[in-house]
């Protein structure tokens, strides 16, 4: 009988021990906090600022870069590089990427710390042109003959605001058809014409793609553009590729803007351009050389 007893008592110990085990398990899973969700990462999209004539060319690079990356664009302009520089000094946060079409406007946002200087990088280089209509018959040998009597019109862009104008205003002046005063804060130049231009050219062009424009529908002569200008507009051509020597390098700058939330993403962007085959492809399409 006391064996028996005693057998039924360690049963017993057991079941409790074990019961109590349960018991502190199911505690312990209970207090065991749930594992956090990690919050979804953000879609980025991108905002770029870019000189007009990169208007063709670039969206189909970003598109490129899109399916390769999912990186999205919310918004791109396409304007004079004057203008776009003006605009993000007044709006910091206005984009993410800037890429003008002069060394000296991107100068001026960099003074404006507007763009981080470090992600500065020179980008492609382009030719200045004089365009014509496709159906035009006028040859131009130089520069200098937009002075002859035959020509009636020629158009450019605002110098003070479009690259390709204040170009043309130098390569003008290199063929004696103008002079040119820089005001004393180096911010304004103004333009004094030849007798023999002044009464035929348009300086006022907001933006290069104005000038192909007025030339495709005849409302000019003859307009100074670049050679990628004539890849994306229809009925132009060119009438005479200016020299090289009479005009600054023609350079395009790009940098990530200073105060983007996307940093990272926007350097990103800017590599892909200088470095992807396809998108090396689509630039030369367009008239555009990759700077090495």
């Known amino acids: 009988m006391k064996t028996r007893r005693s057998f039924l008592a360690a049963l017993t110990a057991v079941a409790l021990v074990g019961t109590l085990g349960l018991v502190g398990c199911a505690k312990q899973q209970a207090a065991a906090p749930e594992k956090a969700q990690e919050p979804a990462k953000a879609k980025v999209e991108l905002t770029v600022f870019a000189a007009n004539s990169l208007e063709k060319a670039l969206p189909e690079v970003q598109a490129l870069y899109t399916k390769k990356t999912g990186v999205t664009f ?27 079409a002069s060394t000296g406007t991107m100068e001026k946002a960099l ?57 043309a205003v130098q390569a003008l002046e290199n063929a004696k058809l103008c002079t040119t005063k820089t005001s004393d804060d180096k911010k304004t130049i103004t333009v004094t014409w030849a007798d023999s231009v002044k009464s ?64 990272a993403e926007a350097a990103a962007f800017l590599k892909f351009c200088l470095e992807d085959k396809e998108a090396q492809k689509v630039f030369s399409k367009y008239g555009f050389e990759i700077v090495a």
Do not use: W
Request: glycine share 8%; hydrophobic share 35%.
């Open 74 to 100: 919310k918004d791109t302009q396409f304007k004079g590089s004057g203008d776009l520089v003006e605009q993000l000094k007044a709006n910091s946060k206005s984009a993410d990427v800037l890429i003008t």
């Open 111 to 167: 003074k404006n710390q507007s763009v981080d200087s470090s992600t500065k990088k020179d980008m492609f280089k382009n030719d200045l042109v004089v365009a014509t209509s496709e159906k035009g018959s006028l040859k131009l040998a130089s520069v200098a003959d937009l002075g002859k009597a035959d020509v009636q019109s020629f158009a450019l862009g605002e110098p003070n605001a479009v690259p390709a104008g204040k170009y």
């Open 200 to 263: 035929k050219v348009n300086a006022g062009a907001d933006k290069v793609g104005t000038v192909a424009q007025y030339v495709a529908s005849g409302q000019a002569q003859f307009g100074f553009c670049y050679s990628s200008d004539i890849y994306r507009y229809k009925g132009v051509k060119v009438a005479l590729t200016v020299p090289k020597d009479m005009h600054k390098p023609i350079v395009y700058p790009g940098a990530v803007c200073a105060s983007t939330a996307h940093k």
